[in-house]
């Protein structure tokens, strides 16, 4: 009998359609796997590209776990697929907006329920926490997360953050000035992911998928940077307290609260390009000292 995979995604950009295409895509065409794609869609369309206030202001909402509003799943509910991938993309450290309402959706524990869950990432290359927000959803819509893949952008991290901002502001992601590569997951990371599809394939014939994610940490799908996981927790922390402190104004939308994001704006900056430098080169001076307790806490992560 046929294997079928549903694939639930949201993609402005269509990179992580991209991601996913990348590693199921080489299943898909076997003729007994159905690869069954779930585009989330919200009501009201996010901009592409962002004007800044607009992509500021969708941070309260996004830390504080508020969904928006999407358009009803279209898939069959009572379809019985064999295995679900969920992918995502993090919004300001936490899953983005559409795909925390596909879990508020009734569609949600239906379709997950008693099911094996493969989570995919496409980020620039803070990912753990809003995996781990992630795995959580699906644990209460009743999913059994069988393993997760994460494709990063492989850039320097003070290039990838000037890269994506201008893809995000202006919808160019292509080279330029000479040391800027272009934006988002490489095509040459996008063709090595095909190496998971054999893995995945194995498990799905198989109906077992008690090894996929052992097998998933040994082809390298989960790389974890221990400064940046160190530092999204703190970041996450801090996210937290500007997101009450503009949500007090007001729901998205509310001009009162306009100031508040501006005055975030500035803070990220400084932030982004002057002090998280300086904390990055102290962590990786001070993890130095305790590669132990650091493995342990990357095998942690990797087994989530």
Not at 116 to 131: C, E, I, K, Q, Y
Not at 192 to 203: C, D, H, K, M
Request: with cysteine; glycine share 6%; proline share 8%.
């Amino acid at each position: 009998m046929k294997k079928k995979i549903l694939a639930v995604y949201f993609s402005q950009t269509g990179q992580l359609r991209n991601v996913v295409d990348a590693i199921v895509g080489p299943l898909s065409a076997e003729n007994d796997v159905e690869v069954v794609y779930e585009e989330l869609k919200p009501k009201k369309a996010f901009p592409f590209p962002w004007q800044l206030d607009r992509f500021l202001g969708v941070m309260p909402e996004s830390v504080l776990g508020i969904p928006c509003e999407i358009e009803p799943v279209s898939v069959d509910q009572d379809e019985p697929f064999d295995l679900i991938l969920i992918a995502y993309q993090p919004w300001y450290l936490s899953p983005s907006l559409p795909l925390r309402a596909f879990f508020s959706d009734p569609a949600a524990p239906k379709l997950l329920s008693g099911k094996p869950v493969l989570t995919v990432g496409g980020s620039r290359n803070m990912w753990v926490r809003a995996h781990q927000d992630l795995i959580g959803l699906v644990n209460e819509a009743g999913g059994r997360p069988v393993g997760n893949i994460s494709l990063c952008d492989t850039a320097p991290n003070m290039l990838s953050a000037v890269t994506i901002v201008r893809w995000m502001m202006t919808g160019k992601r292509d080279r330029f000035l000479w040391i800027f590569p272009p934006a988002g997951i490489s095509e040459a990371e996008l063709r090595r992911a095909s190496r998971f599809a054999p893995l995945i394939g194995s498990s799905l014939l198989s109906g077992r998928f008690d090894g996929l994610r052992q097998d998933l940490i040994n082809a390298q799908a989960v790389k974890v940077n221990p400064e940046l996981a160190i530092l999204e927790e703190r970041i996450k922390f801090v996210f937290r307290l500007w997101a009450r402190f503009i949500r007090a104004k007001g729901a998205p939308g509310d001009p009162a609260r306009l100031g508040r994001i501006r005055f975030f704006k500035c803070y990220l900056i400084f932030m982004l390009y002057l002090v998280f430098p300086v904390v990055n080169l102290s962590l990786k001076t001070f993890n130095a000292f305790r590669r132990g307790s650091i493995q342990k806490r990357i095998a942690e992560i990797q087994a989530r």
